[in-house]
Structure formats: structure tokens, C-alpha cells
């Protein structure tokens, strides 16, 4: 009796631990392209082609890039009293494109 209760335990136990820190993978489309943001101040703002999509910590991990529409993209990050970012990227199907920047404060 103790060695079909131990394989339950033994199994509940692997099962739980498969299940408890899953891992996403972001994979973009053959027509889309993906950009990680590593930005400072973190909480700068992101634009892509005037589009507010969010701060840049959002992107800022391997796992959550920002997934863009291949072709040309203008590139824009703000924050309040500092200086923006500006840069033109072109992305093709299924490349991570990394921007990293320190946004320098306004004087």
C-alpha cells in the first residue's frame, strides 16, 4: 500500500513543480519583426510611428518585445524633463532588433 501512495506523492510533487513556473516565448510572425527596449529612465514612454504602445520597461525583458509589422518604423521615447530618442528602423519577419539608450535630463 505504501508504494502506490508514494508514486501519487512523487508524481503530484513533479507535476506541480513542471507547473508552477512556465516560460513564454515570444515568436514573431514571418511578417513581423520584434524590439526589446533597454531604456533609462525605464518609465520613458515608447512610440512607434506616433503610436503610444507603452512604457519601455514593458520590453525591456527578452520574453516581452514589442511586435512590429515589418518595414520602416520610426522610433520615438520620451519622458518628461529629458531629452527624446528618436531613430528610424527597418525590421524584417522574424528579427529582434535591440534598442538600448540613457535618456540625458533636460536642462
Known sequence: MKKPLLSVLISGILLSAACSAPK????????????????????????VDGQDKGEAENYENEDTPLVVDSGVHNIEIKREGYKSFQKEVYMSGGTLYEIMVNLGQDK
Open 24 to 47: 513564454t516565448t515570444i515568436r514573431a510572425a514571418g511578417n513581423q519583426g520584434m524590439i526589446r527596449f533597454i531604456v533609462r529612465p525605464d518609465d520613458a514612454r515608447v512610440y
